[in-house]
């Protein structure tokens, strides 16, 4: 399927849990280990509406893929910390509602791959790839992302639940950057970001659960999380609460009415 190398599955290390795992987990997915869950439950019982939550950001991403595909007419998407395989995927939203669309799936945990080789299948006339390649070497993406993407033409560059993995100290607004001075203009940027200014005791203590399984988590305050999209043209609403962007979009989406931590935004760039 891809000219990209495979990892190789003896380098998935079960001894400390992983984001993407810990996500499939509060998916209801079966692609976890005990660290994994363990890590989850215990997030869990700091938050007990963590399951809805992922869930809602899977929705997020499905209502951006589909206003960018039907409403902004992009035909090519980039998405990074894809995470496992969750139907339905970026490229089957994309896909359904223009067949030709070109998708590379980015992410650098090896299990992601594993299964992505797997599952990720699309139409004969688009074209569905995915890469291991850390977020943190932009340059190495760009590189290997052109054989699949016309970088001449817009791209939407997905950065779904991932800038929350990314710090400051990384160069997670360079990152973003570098990104975005690679694609054409009409190129989207989509973000979705855990919010530190919701209820910052909890996060505080969350950041603490996740550190001490050894993950780097970073929530952001909402000017926090427009940063990423300076000089851009924020799509309407701008930065919001993660189920108010475009609820009309949903499907099949079951709302509870509880709050969602999470920020979410849409930029065009001019
Ligand atoms: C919470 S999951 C989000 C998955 C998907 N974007 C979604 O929203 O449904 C975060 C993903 O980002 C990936 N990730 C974390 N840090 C990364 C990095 N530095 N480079 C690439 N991927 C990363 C994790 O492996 C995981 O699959």
């Not at 939550?53 to 998405?79: S, V």
């Given at each position: 399927?891809s000219?990209?190398?495979?990892?190789?599955?003896?380098?998935?290390?079960t001894?400390?849990?992983h984001?993407?795992r810990v996500?499939?987990?509060?998916l209801?997915g079966?692609d976890?280990?005990?660290?994994d869950?363990?890590?989850?439950?215990?997030?869990e019982?700091?938050e007990?509406?963590?399951?809805?939550c992922a869930q809602h950001?899977?929705?997020?991403?499905?209502?951006?893929?589909?206003?960018?595909?039907?409403?902004?007419?992009?035909?090519q998407?980039?998405?990074?910390?894809?995470?496992?395989?969750?139907?339905?995927?970026l490229?089957?939203?994309?896909?359904?509602?223009?067949?030709?669309?070109?998708?590379?799936?980015?992410?650098?945990?090896?299990?992601?791959?594993?299964?992505?080789?797997?599952?990720l299948?699309g139409?004969?006339?688009?074209?569905?790839?995915?890469?291991?390649?850390?977020?943190?070497?932009?340059?190495?993406?760009l590189?290997?992302?052109?054989?699949?993407?016309?970088?001449?033409?817009?791209?939407?560059?997905?950065?779904?639940?991932?800038?929350?993995?990314?710090s400051?100290?990384?160069?997670?607004?360079?990152i973003?950057?570098?990104?975005?001075a690679?694609?054409?203009?009409?190129?989207?940027?989509?973000?979705?970001?855990m919010?530190?200014?919701?209820?910052?005791?909890r996060t505080?203590?969350?950041?603490?659960m996740?550190k001490?399984?050894g993950?780097?988590?970073?929530?952001r305050?909402?000017?926090?999380?427009?940063?990423?999209?300076?000089?851009?043209?924020?799509v309407?609403?701008g930065?919001?609460?993660?189920?108010?962007?475009?609820p009309?979009?949903?499907?099949d989406?079951?709302?509870?009415?509880?709050?969602v931590?999470?920020?979410?935004?849409?930029?065009?760039?001019r």
């Amino acid at each position: 399927m891809s000219a990209i190398p495979p990892a190789s599955a003896e380098t998935i290390d079960t001894s400390k849990p992983h984001p993407a795992r810990v996500y499939d987990w509060f998916l209801g997915g079966k692609d976890n280990y005990p660290v994994d869950e363990e890590l989850g439950r215990q997030i869990e019982s700091l938050e007990p509406q963590t399951k809805y939550c992922a869930q809602h950001n899977r929705w997020f991403m499905r209502r951006a893929t589909r206003h960018l595909a039907e409403a902004a007419g992009i035909r090519q998407f980039l998405d990074i910390g894809s995470g496992i395989p969750t139907e339905p995927n970026l490229h089957r939203i994309a896909q359904s509602a223009a067949p030709e669309a070109r998708v590379v799936y980015v992410d650098n945990d090896p299990i992601v791959l594993a299964h992505a080789e797997a599952l990720l299948t699309g139409t004969p006339e688009g074209a569905t790839e995915f890469l291991e390649a850390d977020a943190r070497d932009p340059d190495a993406i760009l590189e290997q992302a052109e054989g699949v993407l016309d970088f001449s033409r817009p791209i939407a560059l997905s950065l779904v639940a991932l800038m929350h993995f990314i710090s400051d100290d990384d160069g997670a607004y360079d990152i973003v950057e570098r990104l975005m001075a690679a694609l054409a203009p009409g190129s989207h940027l989509v973000v979705s970001q855990m919010a530190g200014d919701f209820d910052p005791e909890r996060t505080r203590q969350a950041v603490e659960m996740y550190k001490a399984g050894g993950v780097t988590l970073v929530p952001r305050s909402r000017a926090e999380v427009e940063r990423f999209f300076a000089g851009f043209e924020l799509v309407d609403p701008g930065i919001a609460w993660l189920p108010d962007w475009h609820p009309e979009l949903g499907v099949d989406e079951v709302r509870n009415g509880t709050p969602v931590p999470l920020y979410a935004g849409v930029g065009r760039k001019r």
